[in-house]
């Protein structure tokens, strides 16, 4: 069965700091791994996917995620954080049969001044 | 090209009462998904319809339910609401064909029940 954590609840940032969030995966198959933002009373946007191409993937608004097989983890960095950043960041796995997606318990990012 | 719309976007129902839910994919998609996020359970999968067929179902009970109609679009329905059940719904849409296809949140339709 597929399964996701992410380490840390809240995380929070200097703006123009490095954003690192992390997520590790649990998968008994080669596994497609997702990234979405929701920003408040919205739904969720994609910010990138890996589907077993290249290791490092980059998606919109600067953010990249490296897949490490060896520590079963995909997680989420951009090099500087911008007060737009701020909102609430899911990883997420495709779980078993169509178009299921699991996802992580969500992480919170604050972007301070 | 349009994004996928849900409506209404919020609802608020008493106990005991039902609810539908519905959801207009990306023009072209013919897969839809339903999720439902609560603060304490998450971001739950409800089910999946794909060319008007349910592929794929989450563990929720059978007051839960849900149609395709031949246009794409989705409906939801919840019957005998229970104070739980409140919480955001989200669809996705996506083209369906593949496991690697992305799927396209709408912005989610809020449900109170009291």
């Known amino acids: 069965a597929q399964s996701v954590t992410q380490l840390g609840s809240h995380v929070s940032v200097s703006e123009g700091a490095l954003v690192l969030l992390r997520c590790n995966y649990s998968s008994s198959v080669p596994p497609y791994l997702f990234w979405y933002v929701q920003y408040p009373n919205q739904g969720l946007q994609l910010l990138l996917k890996?589907?077993?191409?290249?290791?490092l993937v980059k998606g919109i608004n600067g953010f990249e995620a490296e897949f490490k097989k060896s520590e079963t983890s995909f997680h989420l960095t951009k090099p500087s954080a911008h007060m737009s950043d701020a909102a609430e960041y899911f990883c997420?796995?495709?779980?078993?049969?169509?178009?299921?997606?699991?996802f992580g318990a969500g992480t919170r990012l604050a972007v301070h001044p | 090209k349009a994004g996928v719309t849900q409506t209404p976007r919020y609802l608020i129902k008493t106990r005991g009462q039902q609810v539908t839910l519905s959801c207009s994919p990306i023009s072209g998609h013919r897969s839809v998904s339903w999720y439902q996020q609560t603060p304490g359970q998450g971001l739950q999968f409800l089910f999946e319809?794909?060319?008007?067929?349910?592929?794929n179902k989450g563990n929720f009970p059978g007051r839960f339910s849900g149609r395709q109609f031949s246009n794409s679009r989705s409906e939801m329905n919840v019957s005998t609401l229970e104070l739980g059940d409140s919480a955001l719904y989200l669809c996705?849409?996506?083209?369906?064909?593949?496991?690697?296809?992305?799927?396209?949140f709408g912005p989610g339709t809020r449900l109170t029940v009291l």
């Open positions: 319809y794909f060319s008007e067929t349910q592929r």
């Open positions: 996705a849409s996506s083209a369906g064909q593949a496991d690697t296809d992305t799927q396209y």
């Open positions: 890996y589907t077993s191409a290249a290791t």
């Open positions: 997420a796995v495709r779980g078993g049969g169509y178009n299921k997606l699991i």
